[in-house]
T-cell receptor, first 114, second 109 residues
Framework: SAVISQKPSRDICQRGTSLTIQCQVDSQVTMMFWYRQQPGQSLTLIATANQGSEATYESGFVIDKFPISRPNLTFSTLTVSNMSPEDSSIYLC???????????FGQGTRLTVV | QKEVEQNSGPLSVPEGAIASLNCTYSDRGSQSFFWYRQYSGKSPELIMFIYSNGDKEDGRFTAQLNKASQYVSLLIRDSQPSDSATYLCAVTGFGDMRFGAGTRLTVKP
């Protein structure tokens, strides 16, 4: 199994600002995933981040709004840019277990935009 | 059509009963199937995964997969109040994982 440290665990931000969320894994992983979970909803995949290449974004998510970095095989960041109250959500990073196996999740970042 | 569909519930069962959670998926190329439990305010935690048709048992939990019907279920035997949570069905095809909306389960003492 993988241990994932995600921070911050929560933040309250002003609209128009940006927040960068960090995700650190205790082992090298090929793929890292960023999800959003809006209140009462399930997880929605934002993008897949592979080391050494541009992140792949899902429909409805764009790089200008959610830039992602993946500088090495154990770390990734997601930035929520120019925030609005609609961005208030829980953001989760996850990694695969090696091949097509279970995903492991960070603790999540609860973001509130005021 | 949603890729992964679940009955949102809430599903309420008495303590000691069997809870049955269902999930259907649209992509016939899906390869792996997962059940996660998510307590309020917490991250999802893996309960079980299944790759092959049939049943897979782990303690009080049994996952059932029927690829022909594109259907996967989770049975929880001897349900306990601590099983009260939202259960997420997830499916993978070629790398990423798609989640259902989740079924909220309440086990009443």
């Amino acid at each position: 199994s993988a241990v994932i440290s995600q921070k911050p665990s929560r933040d309250i931000c002003q609209r128009g600002t940006s927040l960068t969320i960090q995700c650190q894994v205790d082992s090298q992983v090929t793929m890292m995933f960023w999800y959003r979970q809006q209140p009462g909803q399930s997880l929605t995949l934002i993008a897949t981040a592979n080391q050494g290449s541009e992140a792949t974004y899902e429909s409805g998510f764009v790089i200008d709004k959610f830039p992602i970095s993946r500088p090495n095989l154990t770390f990734s960041t997601l930035t929520v840019s120019n925030m609005s109250p609609e961005d208030s959500s829980i953001y989760l990073c996850s990694v695969d277990g090696g091949g097509v196996t279970e995903a492991f999740f960070g603790q999540g970042t609860r973001l509130t935009v005021v | 059509q949603k890729e992964v569909e679940q009955n949102s519930g809430p599903l309420s069962v008495p303590e000691g009963a069997i809870a049955s959670l269902n999930c259907t998926y649209s992509d016939r190329g899906s390869q792996s199937f997962f059940w996660y439990r998510q307590y309020s305010g917490k991250s999802p935690e893996l309960i079980m995964f299944i790759y092959s048709n049939g049943d897979k048992e782990d303690g009080r939990f049994t996952a059932q997969l029927n690829k022909a019907s594109q259907y996967v279920s989770l049975l929880i035997r001897d349900s306990q109040p601590s099983d009260s949570a939202t259960y997420l069905c997830a499916v993978t095809g070629f790398g990423d994982m798609r989640f259902g909306a989740g079924t909220r389960l309440t086990v009443k003492p």
